[in-house]
Every structure is written in C-alpha cells, then in structure tokens.
C-alpha cells in the first residue's frame, strides 16, 4: 500500500518536504470519448521556467518561481511563492507518442489522445 | 477506462475508481482532509506595503479578466470575479476535480484608506498585481476633530 505513496523514481516516500518550498498544484482530469484532458493551475509560472517532462508513462510537471527580493514589508501572508512539483501517472489507454500541452495565464492544459481501439489488420506474407 | 490516469502526491493521494488500491475508505479521508485545508479560501492574498503603495498579490489562474471587478472603499478593497470551467471539457467525463471554479469574492482591510486607479491592475500568467496608492488626503477627511484644529477651528 506504501508502494503507492512513493516517488517514482527515488522510491523515498513523499510528503516529506524532499522538494523544497514546492507545492503540488491543484489538478483537473477529464476523459472525452478521444483524449484525456488534464488542467493544472500553476499561476505564476513563465513558460521558460516551466519542465514538463514524460518519462515512461509518468509526467512531471516542475515549475519554479524565482524570488524577485523586494524591500516591501509583508502585511499578509496566505500563500508562498516558492513553485510547483507533481507526477501523473498515465495508464495504458493513453497514446503517449500524442500528447501536447498550452500553457494559458497559469493554467497547463495537457491533452493526451487516447489509443486507438480500433483493430490492426497484421499483414500476412506468404 | 477512468482508471487510466493515476494521479500521486502528497497532497491529492489516489484518487481514481473502485480500482483504486486505497479503497473508498481512503480516498474518502483524503477528500476530508482536503475540504478541512485553507485551500478553500479563494483565492489567496499577499499584502505587501511599499513606501506609499500597498501591494496586493494574487493567483487566479484562468481569470476573465474582462470580468474582475475591483472595487475600494476607503481601506477596504473588494475583488469579485468568476473562473469558468473550460468549454471543452464541459461535457467530459470527469475522473479528479480539485482546481476551484466559480465566482468568487475577497474583502481585504488595508491599514490606510486608498486610491484606486484600474490602470494600476496587471495580470500576467494567473498572477493578479494590484497596486493601491495610500491616500493621504482621505486620512484627513475620515478624522474630522484633526480637519478641524488644522482649519483654526477649535474646541
């Protein structure tokens, strides 16, 4: 049941601050009757500071916020600008060779087609 | 075929089917433990105050900015607008949910009366920066006993 928890590839478990001031961003995943729709909200993100990555059948999405130290004092606080880290795991049904992203005022939209489900006829030699 | 997108993290868990590992159990607690968070504070607000200006930043990612009303009574600043989902997946079939959408509205109390000027609004990659000017004169007019001593008049 841990095994589910883990990072992919350290295999440490997360929620262990193991990526710095990070924060996962809230994740939207619709299913049409040809692609799988996921949205990402990560506001604040310039698309050169945006890696999305797709490794095997896991995307990893890492946005980093560079601290522009200002001499402002602080009144309220509700939220840290430090930037975003989160994996998705895509199943078997999603054509990994098509999937493409947009990045709109701070939402990451990807949109991975589904595989084909119709047959391939294997050619036959004689 | 919902069970073709796992999503894993600290956060979010995994959530996903009947085929989820977790079980209803689990995933019902994390769901809990996600309405509890002050992630349902939307959306959320940093006040910085620099020399003469105050400096409100803010996330709303998606934004009709067309729609964003900002309005400011003396130190009150009041942000009211609306995310609305994507067209596209208007008729999909959903498998996670958790980016917040609706309207929405946020009542800040700055410690100063203000200027509003729209001009002083930017919006650029989800990121709302509204910047307010101090307003010195209404300081005066909102504290009438100080307007009165500086006209000569006395008590």
Do not use: W
């Not at chain 1, 059948?57 to 009144?75: A, M, P």
């Not at chain 2, 509204?130 to 006395?154: E, H, I, V, W, Y």
Request: glycine content about 8%.
């Amino acid at each position: 049941m841990m095994r589910n928890f883990t990072d992919f590839e350290t295999n440490k478990p997360l929620g262990f601050d193991i990526h710095g001031s990070q924060t996962a961003p809230a994740v939207d995943i619709f299913e049409t009757s040809d692609f799988f729709i996921i949205a990402v909200d990560i506001p604040g993100i310039n698309l050169e500071d945006l890696d999305l990555d797709l490794k095997g059948n896991v995307i990893t999405i890492l946005g980093k916020i560079s601290d522009e130290g200002t001499e402002s004092r602080c009144l309220v606080s509700e939220f840290s600008p430090g930037g975003y880290f989160r994996r998705i795991q895509l199943g078997d049904a999603v054509d990994t060779r098509n999937i493409r992203a947009v990045l709109d005022n701070g939402v990451l939209k990807i949109k991975a087609q589904k595989k084909s489900r119709l047959p391939r006829r294997i050619p036959v030699l004689a | 075929m919902s069970s073709s997108i796992h999503v894993s993290d600290p956060i979010s868990g995994h959530f996903g089917t009947d085929a989820s590992p977790y079980g209803k159990a689990a995933e019902l607690t994390m769901i809990r433990s996600l309405l509890k968070s002050p992630m349902t504070v939307f959306p959320r607000v940093n006040v910085y105050e620099h020399g003469d200006l105050f400096v409100l930043t803010t996330y709303i990612p998606g934004l009709d900015f067309d729609a964003l009303q900002v309005v400011v009574k003396a130190n009150e600043v009041v942000i009211r607008g609306q995310r609305k989902p994507d067209a596209e997946t208007a008729d999909a079939l959903v498998i996670l949910r958790e980016r917040a959408m609706g309207e929405f509205r946020r009542s800040i109390r700055l410690p100063d009366p203000v200027l509003y000027d729209e001009k002083e609004l930017q919006y650029r990659n989800g990121a709302l920066i509204m910047r307010f000017r101090k307003n010195q004169s209404n300081t005066a007019l909102s504290r009438p006993d100080l307007a009165t001593r500086a006209n000569g008049g006395g008590l």
